[in-house]
């Protein structure tokens, strides 16, 4: 919001610039009139929209055109003044002062225009049809009013316009030359109508147009002003109103009318309230809110149950077909209220998918935790495109993440991260996906699949306590190797071997005495992969079954695609409940840290590619 205005007055001399200033400060026409008055201050209590104001008189006689050319750039909105009974001034303003404006003026876009006719009462009939074809030719003029300081007519209300149009300009939301909403201001409104169609029908039912409502001007219709609304459309807009619902072309129709009608900033007060700016970009204050910081150095973020149920809201109003999953046409309407496609198609691979590939209420929460964990602001802003804080009568979307210890024992914490770690060819990728693969699966699939992830990351329900998330991050050991301890900070390690592969063992021995046993507060096993076929003797010097005993690790965990598996279970209780055996030491703390940072280096740097395929915010999936 606009902490203070500066309204200029600009135009030939004698056409009342001076008698206008005077008559709205006194109340009263000045019959001794100076060529110039100093900039006046309008406190904010005596302003209709509470903004303190600034009006600055400019005379071609007291000044010159460096300074004509300071004050441009410090207006806010500028009032061309011209005398309605001497229209050669009016002719001033197209070839003089309009072009001068755009010539001097240091905005990144033209201050908005007031074009103003004075002297109101030397003429009988109005002429703002005279001042029509200019404003047709200068989009960035927003009306156009007669007045008389003489008389007081309009003069108030001119300054009103003046301040209403910086408050709430006219310019981004309409053109008046074809007389449609802009394509901004249409892209805005619709997410706004899709956010607030709860049922996802493509309608605004009587309720949900009093929730809307109610969010934006904090009080309900009565039923009359419900039922005159919807007439007022039908009569006007035939497809705005089907089955006695408000339809997105209705919708629209009914801000354009409120344009049209000089009733723009009750159109402002809706887009504001949806997080918009002055230029119809969701504002950084909106999307990414102050308030939410981490604690401390040890503290994990993740969803927090506010945070949960509304995504649950969420899944459940753009589950369609109602079969329990998200597919790709669902998916794209849910993000078609978002500047960018949040998701890559490796997401698919990332999380739960039910048999045909369609993203499963479990999947959905996971990779929105898996995004909070890895990436807070991602998470807040992905909130605010949804209408998080707005819809929930907040005023951020900062309840929807939590804080929890990072700490051995920490209390509340529900993510927790393993690090998949083999040589080429063990198997990691498949025992990643077997994590999160659907019951009626079938093992072909993986072939089939043109985007795999490097992470995993599911729900794992554990005995005796609330579930989990395990989020499985697969690296290669030579990568490992390289890149060395900023590619290892995790909970669990899970070394693989292929017991069909004779030399797959021996680098195993290497990273875990490289990095798991000098950092004794990290759990770690070892799991034999492929083991529904036959073994072969490993080429070390000890024998993997040897290498647990002497260095205290659980045996070997056979695993195998086609086999029932409960690992996942037990990593996730490891990881999330250490036994003395395994035990992470109180240094954790000085880790814990870079768990999440570690991890998300890691991600990037050991793969080439995000979690995420960010698109051009410009290829803009919400269409009107």
Same mark, same amino acid.
């Given at each position: 919001?606009?902490?203070?205005i500066?309204?200029l007055?600009?135009?030939e001399? +004698?056409?009342?610039k001076?008698s206008?200033?005077l008559a709205?400060?006194?109340?009263?026409? $000045?019959e001794d009139?100076?060529s110039r008055?100093?900039?006046?201050?309008?406190p904010a209590?005596v302003?209709?929209?509470k903004?303190?104001?600034?009006?600055?008189?400019f005379s071609?006689?007291?000044?010159?055109?460096?300074q !004509?050319?300071?004050?441009?750039? /410090?207006?806010?909105v500028?009032c061309?003044?011209?005398d309605?009974?001497d229209?050669?001034t009016?002719?001033?303003?197209?070839?003089?002062?309009?072009?001068l404006?755009?010539?001097y003026?240091?905005?990144e876009n033209? $201050?908005?225009?007031?074009?103003? +006719?004075?002297k109101?009462?030397?003429?009988?009939?109005?002429?703002v049809?005279?001042?029509?074809?200019?404003m047709s030719?200068?989009?960035?003029?927003?009306?156009?009013?007669?007045?008389?300081?003489?008389?007081m007519?309009?003069?108030?209300?001119?300054?009103?316009?003046?301040?209403?149009?910086?408050?709430?300009p006219?310019?981004?939301?309409? @053109?008046?030359?074809?007389?449609?909403?802009?394509p901004?201001?249409?892209?805005?409104?619709?997410?706004?109508?899709?956010i607030?169609?709860?049922?996802?029908d +493509?309608?605004?039912?009587?309720?949900?147009?009093?929730?809307?409502q109610?969010?934006c001007f904090?009080?309900p219709?009565?039923?009359?002003a419900?039922?005159?609304?919807?007439?007022?459309?039908?009569?006007?807009c035939?497809?705005?109103?089907?089955?006695?619902? !408000?339809?997105?072309?209705?919708?629209l129709?009914?801000?354009?009318?409120?344009?049209?009608r000089?009733?723009h900033?009750?159109?402002?007060?809706?887009?504001r309230?949806?997080?918009?700016?002055?230029?119809?970009?969701?504002?950084?204050e909106?999307?990414y809110?102050d308030?939410?910081q981490?604690?401390?150095?040890d503290?994990?973020?993740?969803? @927090?149950?506010?945070?949960?149920?509304?995504?649950? @809201?969420?899944?459940h109003?753009?589950?369609?077909?109602?079969?329990g999953a998200?597919?790709?046409?669902?998916?794209?309407?849910?993000?078609s209220?978002f500047p960018?496609?949040?998701?890559?198609?490796?997401?698919l691979?990332?999380?739960?998918?039910d048999s045909n590939g369609?993203v499963?209420l479990?999947?959905?929460?996971?990779?929105?935790m898996?995004t909070?964990y890895?990436d807070?602001?991602r998470t807040?802003?992905?909130?605010?495109?949804?209408?998080?804080?707005?819809?929930?009568?907040k005023? @951020?979307?900062d309840?929807?993440?939590?804080f929890v210890?990072?700490k051995?024992?920490?209390?509340?914490?529900e993510?927790?991260?393993?690090?998949v770690?083999?040589s080429?060819?063990?198997?990691?990728?498949?025992? !990643?996906?077997g994590?999160?693969?659907?019951?009626?699966y079938?093992s072909s699939n993986?072939?089939k699949?043109?985007?795999?992830s490097?992470?995993?990351?599911?729900?794992?329900?554990?005995n005796? /306590?609330?579930p989990?998330y395990?989020?499985?991050?697969e690296?290669?050991?030579?990568?490992?190797m390289?890149?060395?301890e900023?590619l290892?900070m995790?909970d669990i390690?899970?070394? !693989?071997?292929?017991?069909?592969?004779?030399?797959?063992?021996?680098?195993c021995?290497?990273a875990?005495?490289?990095f798991?046993?000098?950092?004794?507060?990290?759990?770690c096993?070892l799991?034999a992969?492929?083991?529904?076929?036959?073994?072969?003797?490993q080429r070390?010097?000890?024998q993997?079954?040897?290498?647990?005993?002497e260095n205290q690790?659980?045996?070997?965990?056979?695993?195998s695609?086609n086999?029932?598996q409960?690992?996942?279970e037990?990593?996730a209780?490891?990881?999330?409940?250490?036994?003395?055996?395994?035990?992470?030491?109180?240094?954790?703390?000085?880790?814990s840290?870079?768990?999440?940072f570690?991890?998300?280096?890691?991600?990037?740097?050991?793969?080439?590619?995000?979690?995420?395929?960010?698109?051009?915010?410009?290829k803009a999936?919400?269409k009107?």
């Amino acid at each position: 919001m606009w902490k203070d205005i500066h309204i200029l007055l600009l135009g030939e001399p +004698g056409v009342g610039k001076t008698s206008l200033i005077l008559a709205l400060v006194t109340e009263d026409f $000045p019959e001794d009139v100076p060529s110039r008055v100093e900039e006046i201050t309008i406190p904010a209590e005596v302003t209709p929209e509470k903004v303190p104001t600034y009006i600055v008189d400019f005379s071609e006689a007291e000044q010159v055109e460096y300074q !004509l050319c300071e004050e441009i750039g /410090r207006a806010n909105v500028i009032c061309l003044v011209y005398d309605l009974s001497d229209l050669i001034t009016l002719e001033q303003v197209r070839k003089r002062w309009l072009p001068l404006i755009r010539e001097y003026n240091m905005h990144e876009n033209s $201050p908005p225009i007031i074009l103003v +006719g004075t002297k109101s009462d030397l003429i009988t009939d109005s002429k703002v049809y005279e001042a029509m074809p200019i404003m047709s030719d200068f989009p960035e003029i927003e009306t156009c009013i007669e007045c008389s300081a003489k008389t007081m007519n309009n003069v108030s209300e001119m300054f009103y316009f003046a301040q209403k149009a910086v408050l709430h300009p006219t310019g981004p939301l309409y @053109s008046p030359q074809d007389g449609y909403l802009k394509p901004e201001s249409r892209m805005a409104l619709t997410r706004i109508f899709k956010i607030c169609d709860h049922d996802n029908d +493509g309608m605004l039912r009587d309720d949900e147009l009093n929730a809307f409502q109610t969010i934006c001007f904090n009080t309900p219709l009565a039923n009359q002003a419900l039922i005159d609304v919807k007439n007022v459309v039908k009569k006007n807009c035939p497809r705005g109103v089907v089955d006695n619902s !408000l339809s997105l072309e209705g919708f629209l129709y009914l801000h354009l009318l409120f344009i049209q009608r000089g009733r723009h900033e009750t159109t402002w007060a809706v887009l504001r309230k949806f997080g918009y700016n002055d230029t119809l970009d969701i504002s950084e204050e909106y999307l990414y809110p102050d308030s939410v910081q981490p604690p401390d150095a040890d503290a994990v973020p993740q969803l @927090s149950e506010n945070g949960k149920t509304f995504l649950t @809201s969420v899944f459940h109003k753009f589950d369609v077909d109602k079969d329990g999953a998200l597919n790709q046409q669902e998916l794209y309407d849910l993000f078609s209220v978002f500047p960018y496609e949040p998701w890559g198609h490796d997401v698919l691979s990332t999380v739960c998918t039910d048999s045909n590939g369609a993203v499963t209420l479990v999947g959905f929460l996971s990779q929105w935790m898996l995004t909070t964990y890895l990436d807070v602001p991602r998470t807040l802003e992905h909130l605010a495109y949804l209408g998080y804080a707005t819809l929930q009568g907040k005023l @951020s979307q900062d309840d929807a993440v939590t804080f929890v210890s990072g700490k051995v024992g920490g209390a509340g914490r529900e993510i927790f991260t393993c690090k998949v770690i083999g040589s080429k060819g063990v198997g990691k990728s498949t025992f !990643l996906q077997g994590m999160i693969r659907p019951s009626d699966y079938d093992s072909s699939n993986t072939k089939k699949r043109s985007h795999t992830s490097v992470i995993a990351i599911n729900e794992i329900q554990l005995n005796h /306590r609330d579930p989990v998330y395990l989020l499985l991050h697969e690296v290669d050991i030579v990568d490992l190797m390289a890149a060395g301890e900023g590619l290892f900070m995790c909970d669990i390690v899970c070394l !693989l071997y292929d017991v069909t592969d004779a030399d797959s063992f021996q680098p195993c021995v290497e990273a875990y005495r490289r990095f798991v046993l000098t950092s004794p507060e990290i759990s770690c096993v070892l799991v034999a992969t492929k083991s529904d076929r036959k073994a072969v003797r490993q080429r070390s010097l000890q024998q993997p079954d040897e290498f647990c005993s002497e260095n205290q690790l659980p045996q070997p965990i056979s695993f195998s695609l086609n086999m029932k598996q409960d690992i996942y279970e037990l990593l996730a209780t490891m990881a999330a409940r250490p036994t003395p055996l395994i035990a992470r030491t109180q240094s954790s703390s000085a880790l814990s840290f870079f768990l999440k940072f570690g991890a998300f280096i890691a991600l990037s740097a050991a793969t080439g590619y995000g979690i995420y395929k960010y698109l051009d915010a410009k290829k803009a999936l919400v269409k009107a």
